[in-house]
């Protein structure tokens, strides 16, 4: 999946064939997760992803999903219109290590500083990564409402996962 998220931000692929790839990565995965398991290795983090309240768009939140378990995360996908509490149980839930929110709609945007203003009051913020998506989002909106990152495509989610955690993780 990483050759085919550098192949979709250079242009090379498009959404269709990235969708293609990272079902058929679902379907090996689905195989190759219990033998993961009984050799120990170890998942690379787990992420709660979900489209936040008042937005039902969903293919690049899928997408993101796909690929990051395809990367080696656990993602718990709560999908779509999630307020901030679906966000927060979820977390807690799941342990999670990353929280991926996404928006299409500008009138959905600002809920996702919402739900950091909730993990800040849950006294969860300080565990959990977070990360932003979707077309109308840029990096000064992500710095406004204090998300960790801005990622403009599921390639460079994946690639920033990754990094965040190694930082977190002091490696």
């Not at 790839?21 to 170890?42: C, F, N, Q, T």
């Not at 999670?96 to 739900?115: C, N, Q």
């Not at 009051?121 to 409402?145: H, Q, S, T």
Request: aromatic share 4%; net charge negative.
């Amino acid at each position: 999946m990483d050759v085919v998220g550098v192949d979709f931000r250079d242009g090379i692929l498009f959404v269709p064939e990235v969708l293609m790839a990272a079902r058929a990565m679902k379907a090996g995965m689905a195989i190759l997760r219990p033998l993961l398991a009984e050799s120990g290795v170890r998942e690379l983090g787990t992420m709660v992803i979900g489209t936040v309240k008042g937005d039902i768009h969903d293919i690049g939140k899928n997408l993101v999903a796909m690929m990051m378990e395809g990367a080696g995360f656990k993602v718990i996908n709560i999908g779509v219109n999630n307020d901030s509490d679906s966000f927060l149980d979820s977390v807690r839930e799941h342990d999670a290590d990353i929280v991926g929110m996404s928006a299409l709609l500008t009138t959905t945007m600002p809920y996702m500083g919402v739900v950091i203003k909730a993990l800040k009051e849950a006294g969860l913020r300080e565990k959990v990564i977070v990360m932003v998506g979707g077309a109308p989002l840029n990096e000064a909106f992500a710095e406004d409402i204090e998300a960790d990152a801005y990622c403009k495509d599921a390639a460079i989610a994946v690639q920033t996962a990754k990094e965040l955690i190694a930082i977190r993780d002091g490696k």
